[in-house]
């Protein structure tokens, strides 16, 4: 397994260029599964995550092919042959469930193995198979596999569907099976995500007719049939809030080229509350710490509240801030594997059930440290640029799955950082 080695202490300054979102391709390149015409998208991020999608849409019988040389742009098309989902490709990234929805919707059965991922929580996929209940779908577990069918044969119904929370997963399923039902659906307590509204632009571009967009409602007329589109997928906000809490861990100033400031919702407000300035421009946000940091409590929610997948990178953060903060988390009951990691580099962390107190130090030092999942793999990669010696994150596989070129932009803005083959 390959490792990066980081000798820290440089402020980062100059610029990077934001990827398209992660969370946003992968949906959408599911979202080719609900018609034979060609989808095209762009500003596709070079990830392991989009690989193994493309792999499972092949699975499936659908063409992906690159449309530009680069990769960046992806044609999607083609018949379904296939309607399982095996567990050799499944157990790599939970995304995967993805494509239970439009199989559904298409082809009336979907076979689809449980999903697996980062190991941050169970995360059922409970809401998606109750919502699909409720549209006439059947399902029985069997072999660490989902089977499911439409009720006597036909398409999937529209329903009236409440989600207990706001699942962006649930979401995502929900709304691309219900854009081939009989019929309308309504999605209450929807998840707002950029992403979501992202996956309904394009359909709404394939000839689907949804309402609602960007709220918790949405409204959902089925019909008969998608037609192919072209679609550019929205700057990655996580990247985005992770680039900038290493800018301001180091004490830099750095531009985020093509970030979108009002897609960070409640990130921006927090890092301005310590201390760091986070300003839109004519190419993206520019992000500067110019003095010190203080310490600021934080509660991950769903969109637009601080979201979990920036929780980590926050943390880093508060390590080396003036004062003491407390990190709460309420998405998922095991996303604090990386404090052990961040307290063998000099972190003063303790956790109490849901809640991590965090009191700052003046310095980080370097250690060899241990990745256990994708966003606690880039909060080390950000301890190292802040701390002083040099550190070493192991099991960077994890990195690979959700930041494009990482050493490479980060090398840029004066960081000394590698990977190390194995």
Do not use: W
């Not at 392991?48 to 063409?63: E, N, R, Y």
């Not at 934080?298 to 953060?317: C, I, K, N, R, S």
């Amino acid at each position: 397994m390959d490792r990066i080695r980081i000798r820290g202490g440089r402020p980062l300054h100059g610029d990077i260029v934001i990827s398209g979102a992660k969370n946003a391709a992968l949906p959408l390149m599911a979202a080719g599964l609900l018609t034979d015409d060609r989808l095209i998208l762009s500003n596709v991020p070079q990830l392991a995550d989009v690989k193994t999608m493309g792999s499972l849409l092949a699975q499936h019988g659908i063409a992906v092919e690159d449309a530009t040389p680069d990769g960046r742009r992806l044609s999607l098309g083609g018949a379904i042959t296939n309607t399982e989902a095996p567990y050799d490709i499944v157990r790599k990234m939970r995304a995967s469930i993805l494509v239970l929805g439009p199989l559904l919707a298409r082809t009336g059965e979907a076979r689809v193995s449980l999903p697996g991922g980062c190991a941050i929580g169970t995360r059922p996929v409970d809401l998606h198979l109750k919502g699909l209940e409720q549209m006439g779908a059947v399902f029985r577990l069997e072999a660490g596999y989902i089977h499911g069918s439409v009720a006597g044969g036909g398409k999937l119904a529209g329903a009236v569907i409440v989600l207990p929370f706001a699942s962006v997963g649930a979401t995502e399923n929900l709304v691309m099976a219900a854009a081939l039902a009989d019929g309308r659906t309504v999605l209450s307590n929807a998840a707002r995500e950029p992403e979501i509204s992202d996956l309904c632009a394009c359909l709404v571009a394939m000839g689907a007719r949804i309402e609602g967009i960007g709220t918790d409602r949405l409204v959902i007329e089925g019909v008969p049939t998608l037609h192919g589109a072209e679609h550019s997928i929205i700057p990655d906000r996580i990247e985005t809030g992770t680039y900038a809490c290493a800018t301001a861990a180091t004490g830099g100033e750095v531009r985020l080229i093509g970030a979108r400031l009002d897609h960070l919702g409640a990130v921006a407000r927090i890092l301005r509350d310590t201390g760091v300035d986070v300003d839109e421009d004519e190419q993206g946000v520019m992000v500067r710490r110019l003095s010190g940091l203080r310490g600021v409590d934080v509660m991950t929610e769903p969109y637009p509240g601080f979201p979990t997948d920036m929780q980590a990178q926050f943390m880093v953060l508060m390590s080396v801030a003036d004062g003491a903060a407390m990190v709460t988390e309420t998405i998922f009951e095991n996303r604090f594997m990386h404090v052990q990691e961040l307290n063998r580099m000099g972190a003063r962390i303790n956790v109490h059930g849901a809640s991590a107190i965090v009191r700052g130090v003046s310095s980080l030092s370097g250690a060899p440290v241990m990745a256990t999942d994708l966003r606690a793999s880039v909060s080390l990669v950000l301890a190292g640029l802040a701390a002083a010696g040099v550190t070493v994150v192991n099991r960077v596989y994890h990195l690979d799955r959700g930041y494009e070129a990482v050493e490479q932009k980060l090398a840029a803005c004066g960081a000394d950082i590698e990977r190390l083959a194995d």
